[in-house]
Protein backbone atom coordinates (compact mmCIF):
# COMPACT_ATOMS: atom_id res chain seq x y z
CA UNK A 1 0.00 0.00 0.00
CA UNK A 2 1.44 3.60 -0.65
CA UNK A 3 2.13 5.91 1.86
CA UNK A 4 -0.35 9.17 1.84
CA UNK A 5 1.69 11.96 1.16
CA UNK A 6 1.03 13.45 4.74
CA UNK A 7 0.31 11.61 7.93
CA UNK A 8 0.09 13.50 11.58
CA UNK A 9 -0.20 10.56 14.11
CA UNK A 10 -1.90 12.01 17.66
CA UNK A 11 0.29 15.22 16.98
CA UNK A 12 0.45 17.93 20.22
CA UNK A 13 1.65 20.98 21.16
CA UNK A 14 1.72 23.11 24.51
CA UNK A 15 3.32 26.70 24.47
CA UNK A 16 3.99 26.26 28.50
CA UNK A 17 3.69 22.65 30.84
CA UNK A 18 0.42 23.91 32.40
CA UNK A 19 -1.34 25.31 29.31
CA UNK A 20 -4.40 23.87 27.51
CA UNK A 21 -2.74 21.94 24.78
CA UNK A 22 -3.33 24.46 21.48
CA UNK A 23 -3.27 21.06 19.47
CA UNK A 24 -5.01 18.21 21.55
CA UNK A 25 -3.76 14.29 19.82
CA UNK A 26 -4.34 15.50 16.14
CA UNK A 27 -4.28 12.75 13.39
CA UNK A 28 -5.17 12.59 9.88
CA UNK A 29 -3.50 11.20 6.78
CA UNK A 30 -3.65 12.93 3.11
CA UNK A 31 -3.57 10.98 0.15
CA UNK A 32 -1.05 11.53 -2.55
CA UNK A 33 -2.94 13.96 -5.02
CA UNK A 34 -5.59 15.20 -2.85
CA UNK A 35 -6.42 19.01 -1.52
CA UNK A 36 -6.92 18.72 1.63
CA UNK A 37 -8.30 21.80 4.04
CA UNK A 38 -8.35 22.28 8.07
CA UNK A 39 -11.21 24.51 8.46
CA UNK A 40 -12.26 26.46 11.65
CA UNK A 41 -12.49 29.34 13.76
CA UNK A 42 -9.24 31.92 14.61
CA UNK A 43 -7.53 30.26 17.76
CA UNK A 44 -8.89 26.75 16.95
CA UNK A 45 -4.87 25.55 16.46
CA UNK A 46 -4.75 24.82 12.54
CA UNK A 47 -1.81 27.45 12.15
CA UNK A 48 -0.24 25.64 15.26
CA UNK A 49 -0.27 22.30 12.85
CA UNK A 50 0.60 23.38 9.75
CA UNK A 51 3.88 25.26 11.56
CA UNK A 52 4.91 22.18 13.00
CA UNK A 53 4.39 20.24 9.44
CA UNK A 54 6.83 23.01 8.52
CA UNK A 55 8.69 22.33 10.61
CA UNK A 56 8.81 26.15 11.95
CA UNK A 57 7.37 24.81 15.84
CA UNK A 58 8.32 21.40 17.57
CA UNK A 59 5.47 19.55 18.64
CA UNK A 60 4.95 18.40 22.24
CA UNK A 61 4.29 14.91 21.34
CA UNK A 62 3.28 12.71 18.10
CA UNK A 63 4.93 12.37 14.72
CA UNK A 64 4.53 13.77 11.22
CA UNK A 65 5.21 11.59 8.40
CA UNK A 66 5.98 12.67 5.00
CA UNK A 67 5.55 9.76 2.48
CA UNK A 68 5.78 7.16 5.54
CA UNK A 69 9.19 8.98 6.56
CA UNK A 70 8.96 10.32 9.88
CA UNK A 71 10.39 14.53 9.93
CA UNK A 72 10.25 15.10 13.20
CA UNK A 73 14.70 15.55 13.56
CA UNK A 74 14.35 17.06 9.75
CA UNK A 75 15.16 21.06 9.80
CA UNK A 76 12.30 23.36 7.80
CA UNK A 77 14.96 23.80 4.70
CA UNK A 78 15.13 19.81 4.52
CA UNK A 79 11.44 19.03 4.67
CA UNK A 80 9.95 18.05 0.77
CA UNK A 81 7.27 20.73 1.65
CA UNK A 82 6.86 24.54 1.18
CA UNK A 83 4.56 26.80 2.00
CA UNK A 84 2.42 29.74 0.42
CA UNK A 85 1.52 32.73 3.33
CA UNK A 86 -1.37 34.70 3.22
CA UNK A 87 0.70 37.88 2.12
CA UNK A 88 2.74 35.69 -0.04
CA UNK A 89 6.11 37.11 0.54
CA UNK A 90 7.29 38.01 -2.91
CA UNK A 91 10.69 39.98 -3.76
CA UNK A 92 9.47 43.50 -4.62
CA UNK A 93 13.60 43.63 -5.60
CA UNK A 94 13.14 40.93 -7.82
CA UNK A 95 11.24 40.36 -11.20
CA UNK A 96 8.59 37.56 -11.35
CA UNK A 97 11.26 35.11 -13.15
CA UNK A 98 13.59 35.80 -10.37
CA UNK A 99 11.23 35.63 -7.76
CA UNK A 100 10.17 32.35 -8.79
CA UNK A 101 14.06 31.00 -9.67
CA UNK A 102 14.82 32.30 -5.88
CA UNK A 103 14.63 28.33 -4.02
CA UNK A 104 16.69 26.90 -7.00
CA UNK A 105 19.26 29.38 -6.72
CA UNK A 106 19.69 28.37 -3.19
CA UNK A 107 20.04 24.85 -4.37
CA UNK A 108 23.05 26.04 -6.35
CA UNK A 109 20.91 24.67 -9.76
CA UNK A 110 22.41 25.84 -13.23
CA UNK A 111 21.18 29.12 -14.53
CA UNK A 112 20.08 27.22 -17.91
CA UNK A 113 17.84 24.83 -15.66
CA UNK A 114 16.46 27.60 -13.51
CA UNK A 115 15.56 28.98 -16.66
CA UNK A 116 13.83 26.20 -18.13
CA UNK A 117 12.19 25.33 -14.88
CA UNK A 118 10.88 28.66 -14.44
CA UNK A 119 9.56 29.35 -18.05
CA UNK A 120 7.84 25.75 -17.66
CA UNK A 121 6.01 26.54 -14.48
CA UNK A 122 5.32 29.63 -16.03
CA UNK A 123 3.07 27.82 -18.98
CA UNK A 124 1.26 25.84 -16.14
CA UNK A 125 0.18 29.05 -14.05
CA UNK A 126 -1.27 30.26 -17.63
CA UNK A 127 1.36 33.56 -17.53
CA UNK A 128 3.99 32.44 -19.70
CA UNK A 129 4.82 36.32 -20.69
CA UNK A 130 5.31 37.71 -17.48
CA UNK A 131 8.77 36.58 -16.55
CA UNK A 132 10.21 40.33 -16.40
CA UNK A 133 7.51 41.91 -14.91
CA UNK A 134 7.84 43.52 -11.63
CA UNK A 135 5.67 41.92 -8.82
CA UNK A 136 3.96 45.27 -8.17
CA UNK A 137 3.02 45.65 -11.74
CA UNK A 138 0.96 42.28 -11.11
CA UNK A 139 -2.49 41.99 -10.12
CA UNK A 140 -3.63 39.62 -7.30
CA UNK A 141 -4.46 36.75 -8.48
CA UNK A 142 -1.33 37.02 -10.82
CA UNK A 143 0.75 37.40 -7.41
CA UNK A 144 -0.62 34.83 -6.13
CA UNK A 145 0.07 32.29 -8.86
CA UNK A 146 3.53 33.77 -8.89
CA UNK A 147 3.57 32.62 -5.33
CA UNK A 148 2.58 29.40 -6.07
CA UNK A 149 4.79 28.77 -8.95
CA UNK A 150 7.98 29.65 -6.92
CA UNK A 151 6.75 26.77 -4.31
CA UNK A 152 5.76 24.57 -7.33
CA UNK A 153 9.17 25.12 -9.37
CA UNK A 154 10.75 22.94 -5.77
CA UNK A 155 8.71 19.79 -6.92
CA UNK A 156 7.28 19.48 -3.58
CA UNK A 157 5.49 16.71 -1.56
CA UNK A 158 3.38 18.93 0.30
CA UNK A 159 2.27 22.39 -0.23
CA UNK A 160 0.79 23.82 2.32
CA UNK A 161 -1.52 26.89 2.07
CA UNK A 162 -1.91 29.52 5.08
CA UNK A 163 -5.20 31.44 4.33
CA UNK A 164 -3.77 32.36 0.97
CA UNK A 165 -6.89 34.08 0.11
CA UNK A 166 -7.44 36.19 2.89
CA UNK A 167 -5.93 39.57 1.53
CA UNK A 168 -7.69 39.36 -1.89
CA UNK A 169 -11.05 41.32 -2.40
CA UNK A 170 -14.38 39.35 -2.61
CA UNK A 171 -14.69 39.14 -6.29
CA UNK A 172 -11.50 37.78 -6.75
CA UNK A 173 -11.42 35.52 -3.71
CA UNK A 174 -14.45 34.16 -5.44
CA UNK A 175 -12.35 33.41 -9.12
CA UNK A 176 -9.16 32.42 -6.78
CA UNK A 177 -11.05 29.57 -5.15
CA UNK A 178 -11.78 27.98 -8.45
CA UNK A 179 -7.91 28.65 -9.62
CA UNK A 180 -6.19 27.34 -6.85
CA UNK A 181 -8.60 23.80 -7.55
CA UNK A 182 -7.51 23.97 -11.31
CA UNK A 183 -3.65 24.61 -10.14
CA UNK A 184 -3.20 21.97 -7.86
CA UNK A 185 -4.92 19.28 -10.36
CA UNK A 186 -2.77 20.50 -13.09
CA UNK A 187 0.31 20.26 -10.76
CA UNK A 188 -1.08 17.01 -8.80
CA UNK A 189 0.53 18.20 -5.85
CA UNK A 190 -0.96 17.64 -2.56
CA UNK A 191 -1.94 20.94 -1.26
CA UNK A 192 -2.93 21.24 2.89
CA UNK A 193 -5.27 24.35 2.66
CA UNK A 194 -6.00 26.02 5.68
CA UNK A 195 -8.81 28.58 6.68
CA UNK A 196 -11.64 30.01 8.45
CA UNK A 197 -13.64 30.68 5.81
CA UNK A 198 -15.87 27.55 4.89
CA UNK A 199 -16.72 28.39 1.65
CA UNK A 200 -13.06 28.25 0.09
CA UNK A 201 -13.01 25.04 1.93
CA UNK A 202 -16.15 23.19 0.85
CA UNK A 203 -15.57 24.42 -3.24
CA UNK A 204 -11.64 23.35 -3.17
CA UNK A 205 -11.48 20.32 -0.99
CA UNK A 206 -11.42 16.96 -1.85
CA UNK A 207 -11.31 16.55 2.32
CA UNK A 208 -12.46 18.73 5.07
CA UNK A 209 -11.31 18.43 8.64
CA UNK A 210 -13.18 20.87 10.81
CA UNK A 211 -11.25 21.89 14.02
CA UNK A 212 -12.42 23.65 17.28
CA UNK A 213 -10.23 24.23 20.22
CA UNK A 214 -7.32 22.06 19.25
CA UNK A 215 -9.35 18.89 18.37
CA UNK A 216 -11.26 17.81 14.83
CA UNK A 217 -14.32 17.47 15.45
CA UNK A 218 -15.55 15.68 11.94
CA UNK A 219 -13.13 14.88 8.52
CA UNK A 220 -15.40 14.23 5.18
CA UNK A 221 -16.20 15.53 2.22
CA UNK A 222 -17.70 18.75 1.74
CA UNK A 223 -21.08 16.56 1.13
CA UNK A 224 -20.88 14.75 4.53
CA UNK A 225 -20.04 17.95 6.53
CA UNK A 226 -23.27 19.72 4.99
CA UNK A 227 -25.36 17.06 5.09
CA UNK A 228 -24.62 15.05 7.95
CA UNK A 229 -22.74 16.73 10.37
CA UNK A 230 -21.26 14.75 13.23
CA UNK A 231 -21.45 16.70 16.10
CA UNK A 232 -23.22 20.29 17.23
CA UNK A 233 -20.39 22.39 16.05
CA UNK A 234 -19.78 21.18 12.58
CA UNK A 235 -23.69 21.67 11.98
CA UNK A 236 -23.34 25.28 13.87
CA UNK A 237 -20.18 26.15 11.74
CA UNK A 238 -20.38 24.78 8.29
CA UNK A 239 -23.26 26.56 6.10
CA UNK A 240 -26.08 28.41 8.13
CA UNK A 241 -28.28 26.65 10.22
CA UNK A 242 -31.57 27.68 12.44
CA UNK A 243 -30.69 26.23 15.68
CA UNK A 244 -33.49 25.70 18.78
CA UNK A 245 -32.63 24.48 22.54
CA UNK A 246 -35.51 22.53 24.58
CA UNK A 247 -36.83 19.24 26.13
CA UNK A 248 -37.45 15.94 24.39
CA UNK A 249 -41.11 15.04 25.10
CA UNK A 250 -41.04 11.99 22.90
CA UNK A 251 -38.99 9.63 21.02
CA UNK A 252 -40.16 7.53 18.37
CA UNK A 253 -37.81 5.40 16.70
CA UNK A 254 -35.15 7.83 14.64
CA UNK A 255 -37.18 10.69 15.46
CA UNK A 256 -38.23 12.83 18.38
CA UNK A 257 -40.49 15.48 19.59
CA UNK A 258 -38.49 18.76 20.91
CA UNK A 259 -40.71 21.49 22.83
CA UNK A 260 -38.36 24.36 22.33
CA UNK A 261 -37.65 27.18 24.69
CA UNK A 262 -38.93 29.67 23.14
CA UNK A 263 -42.41 27.55 22.89
CA UNK A 264 -42.10 25.74 19.99
CA UNK A 265 -43.06 21.82 19.37
CA UNK A 266 -40.44 20.36 16.43
CA UNK A 267 -40.04 16.95 15.47
CA UNK A 268 -36.21 16.04 14.13
CA UNK A 269 -34.21 13.14 12.88
CA UNK A 270 -32.59 11.36 15.89
CA UNK A 271 -30.48 9.86 13.44
CA UNK A 272 -28.57 7.22 15.87
CA UNK A 273 -27.87 9.58 18.93
CA UNK A 274 -28.04 8.38 22.28
CA UNK A 275 -30.86 10.85 23.43
CA UNK A 276 -33.94 9.93 25.75
CA UNK A 277 -37.29 11.70 26.58
CA UNK A 278 -36.36 14.28 28.96
CA UNK A 279 -33.41 15.00 27.52
CA UNK A 280 -32.03 18.40 26.76
CA UNK A 281 -31.20 18.44 23.04
CA UNK A 282 -30.35 20.82 19.90
CA UNK A 283 -32.02 20.62 16.85
CA UNK A 284 -30.26 22.36 13.45
CA UNK A 285 -32.37 23.26 10.39
CA UNK A 286 -30.83 24.98 7.03
CA UNK A 287 -32.61 27.53 5.90
CA UNK A 288 -32.71 25.80 2.34
CA UNK A 289 -34.40 23.12 3.60
CA UNK A 290 -37.35 24.87 4.75
CA UNK A 291 -40.45 25.26 2.29
CA UNK A 292 -42.38 28.60 2.33
CA UNK A 293 -46.06 28.10 1.35
CA UNK A 294 -49.17 30.02 1.01
CA UNK A 295 -51.35 27.75 2.98
CA UNK A 296 -50.63 24.47 5.24
CA UNK A 297 -52.25 22.50 2.27
CA UNK A 298 -48.80 23.08 0.12
CA UNK A 299 -46.84 21.15 2.89
CA UNK A 300 -49.00 18.09 2.90
CA UNK A 301 -45.68 15.55 3.94
CA UNK A 302 -44.10 17.97 6.20
CA UNK A 303 -43.43 16.24 9.99
CA UNK A 304 -42.85 20.38 11.23
CA UNK A 305 -45.70 23.22 9.85
CA UNK A 306 -45.75 26.25 11.58
CA UNK A 307 -48.09 29.47 10.52
CA UNK A 308 -46.11 33.10 11.00
CA UNK A 309 -45.59 36.45 9.88
CA UNK A 310 -42.40 37.65 7.73
CA UNK A 311 -40.58 39.60 10.07
CA UNK A 312 -37.35 40.70 8.00
CA UNK A 313 -37.20 40.48 4.12
CA UNK A 314 -32.81 39.66 3.49
CA UNK A 315 -32.83 39.81 -0.43
CA UNK A 316 -29.63 38.66 -1.69
CA UNK A 317 -30.57 37.63 -5.34
CA UNK A 318 -30.40 33.79 -5.64
CA UNK A 319 -29.37 33.74 -2.10
CA UNK A 320 -32.62 35.91 -0.81
CA UNK A 321 -34.01 34.53 2.66
CA UNK A 322 -36.84 35.71 4.80
CA UNK A 323 -37.49 35.44 8.60
CA UNK A 324 -40.65 34.37 9.93
CA UNK A 325 -41.94 35.07 13.47
CA UNK A 326 -44.00 32.06 14.24
CA UNK A 327 -47.09 32.11 15.86
CA UNK A 328 -47.44 31.48 19.55
CA UNK A 329 -43.47 30.96 19.52
CA UNK A 330 -41.83 34.01 22.16
CA UNK A 331 -40.64 37.39 21.25
CA UNK A 332 -37.31 36.43 19.76
CA UNK A 333 -37.70 33.37 17.99
CA UNK A 334 -37.00 34.03 14.36
CA UNK A 335 -36.96 31.23 11.58
CA UNK A 336 -34.53 31.75 8.43
CA UNK A 337 -36.10 30.48 5.44
CA UNK A 338 -34.59 30.49 1.78
CA UNK A 339 -36.88 31.80 -1.33
CA UNK A 340 -36.95 29.42 -3.55
CA UNK A 341 -35.83 30.20 -7.33
CA UNK A 342 -39.29 29.80 -9.11
CA UNK A 343 -40.25 33.34 -8.42
CA UNK A 344 -43.34 32.44 -6.79
CA UNK A 345 -42.13 34.18 -3.71
CA UNK A 346 -40.54 37.49 -5.35
CA UNK A 347 -43.68 39.74 -4.27
CA UNK A 348 -43.28 38.57 -0.09
CA UNK A 349 -43.28 41.23 2.15
CA UNK A 350 -42.75 42.62 5.53
CA UNK A 351 -45.94 41.72 7.80
CA UNK A 352 -47.37 38.98 5.24
CA UNK A 353 -48.89 35.87 6.75
CA UNK A 354 -46.94 32.93 5.07
CA UNK A 355 -46.66 29.02 5.98
CA UNK A 356 -43.06 27.35 6.28
CA UNK A 357 -42.49 23.38 6.58
CA UNK A 358 -40.09 20.96 7.01
CA UNK A 359 -39.69 17.28 7.35
CA UNK A 360 -38.06 15.47 10.37
CA UNK A 361 -34.99 13.84 8.31
CA UNK A 362 -33.92 17.34 7.28
CA UNK A 363 -33.54 18.18 11.28
CA UNK A 364 -30.51 17.08 13.11
CA UNK A 365 -30.49 16.65 16.90
CA UNK A 366 -28.31 16.56 19.09
CA UNK A 367 -27.70 15.79 22.69
CA UNK A 368 -27.51 18.76 24.62
CA UNK A 369 -24.67 17.52 27.00
CA UNK A 370 -22.47 17.12 23.80
CA UNK A 371 -23.22 20.46 22.65
CA UNK A 372 -21.95 22.72 25.61
Request: charged share 25%; net charge neutral.
Given at each position: ?8 R??T ?5 DA ?14 S ?12 T ?24 L ?5 KR??N ?26 T ?14 R ?8 R???E ?18 P ?19 M ?9 AF ?10 Q ?20 I ?12 P?V ?35 R ?7 G ?6 V??E?I?P?R ?35 G?D?E??V?L ?17 G ?5 A??F ?6
Amino acid sequence: MTAPDLECRALTKRFAPDAPPAVDGVGFSVPSGSFFSILGPSGCGKTTIMRMVAGFLEPSGGDILIRGRSVLSVPPNKRPVNMVFQHLALFPMMNVAENIGYGLRRRGTSKPEIARKVGDVLERIGLPEIGTRRVDELSGGQKQRVAIARCMVLDPDVLLLDEPLGALDLKLREHMKVELKALQAAFGTTFVYITHDQSEALVMSDAVAVMNRGRFEQIGSAQDLYYRPQTPFVAGFVGDSNRWRGRVTRVDGESLELQTDGGLTLRAARNGRAIAAGDRAEVFVRPEAIHPARDAAALEGCANMLRGEVSTLLFNGAASRVRVRPEGAGADTEIEVALPQSGAFAGLARGDDVWIGWTDAQAGAFAAAAAE
